[in-house]
């Protein structure tokens, strides 16, 4: 069972420069497209598929085509190329968690510098950062992130290090000044080895992984960013 909330109690007097986030899990609601691209829309098949998908991610180190990595996880999974087909196609109806939109435009007038770093090829990964835009109500930040880094940007996924480190290099910063923002227990390990300090918005409750322990990990991203807000 995952805690909803801190895991220390205090909040640190340390203050991050730039805060970079993971994109498709901890800005945007991922799941309910793969669920939804399945032919029972449910997420029994999404899960299955995703899961396999990020256990080929979690692998895949170097990159090679997020698409065909997507084809290949609904495969294994016994769905048929529909389901890949639907969610490449229905990638721009990608939704961003309610609160996200003022959760950034708040860091932003701050004065934090935003990067994103994602699992992705670079036409999906910038659709989709434009997305957590688009779901901003108010007034659009077209530069609300500094920097955008893809999987085939960098040429590594995440964990692998060289995938973070290609953020830090693209933003100009070093690790000790960043907070990222983790989706997913892979995540908090990767970021955490890469030297950054890590906070956890673990949406769906998944289970933990490795040694490395967030700063903090909640269920909403105002809750786990809630120290620098
Ligand atoms: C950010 O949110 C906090 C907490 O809701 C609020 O106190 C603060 O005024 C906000 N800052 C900005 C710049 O909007
Ligand atoms: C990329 O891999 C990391 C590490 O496993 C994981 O945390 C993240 O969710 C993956 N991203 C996507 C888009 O699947």
Redesign the pocket.
Known sequence: MSPSTSLIKEEPDWRPKVIIF????ALLD?WTLWDASTPSATSMEGRAW?ER??EL??GAGAYVP?ESLVRQAARDVGLTESAPAALLRDWQTLQAWPEAGGVLQNLSTQGYRLGVV???SNHLGNLAARRVVDCMTGEKKEDLFDAVIT?EDSGF???VRQ?YQAILTAMEVEAIDVLFV?????????ATNAGMKVVWHNRVGLATKGKAVPLREARTLDETLGWFL
């Open positions: 993971d994109l498709l899990t991922s995703r998908y990020l991610t979690f997020y994602t699992n992705c999987a996924y995440k964990p995938a983790a989706g997913s227990a892979g995540d908090v390990e990767g």
